[in-house]
């Protein structure tokens, strides 16, 4: 039987006033892992329709993986590791990004 589908969830938290540059350093990681994970099938950043407060804007990435061995290759990617270091060496972010790695159990697609 095959491995299941790993989906991680991803949410990034920038400081007031650093969403531009965080949703900026997105456009390298998106372009490695599309040219480094051909065992990622969806990646997708998406922003936050309705901030609890101003300036607190949160970015939530959806990431979809054929199996947990393409997962453990994600976090070994370097653009993921770049992005990783400069939110963290300018100080970005108001706290570490929260990544959950689930797998679909129920519900549908639609296509």
């Known amino acids: 039987m095959a491995e299941p589908v790993s989906i991680i969830i991803a949410i990034i938290t920038p400081k007031p006033g650093n969403f531009d540059k965080v949703w900026a350093l997105l456009d390298d ?7 480094l994970e051909p065992n990622c099938t969806l990646f997708q950043a ?4 309705e901030p609890s ?5 949160e ?7 054929k199996d947990n061995d393409a997962v453990v290759f994600h976090r070994e990617n370097p653009a993921l590791l770049n992005i990783t270091r400069i939110v963290t060496e300018h100080n970005l972010l108001t706290k570490p990004i929260y990544t ?5 159990e129920k519900g549908f697609v639609r296509t």
């Open 59 to 65: 970015i939530f990435m959806i990431e979809r993986f």
């Open 100 to 104: 959950k790695t689930v797998r679909p």
């Open 53 to 57: 407060a101003p300036g607190e804007e």
């Open 46 to 49: 998406h922003r936050e329709v």
């Open 29 to 35: 990681l998106i372009a490695g892992v599309k040219d």
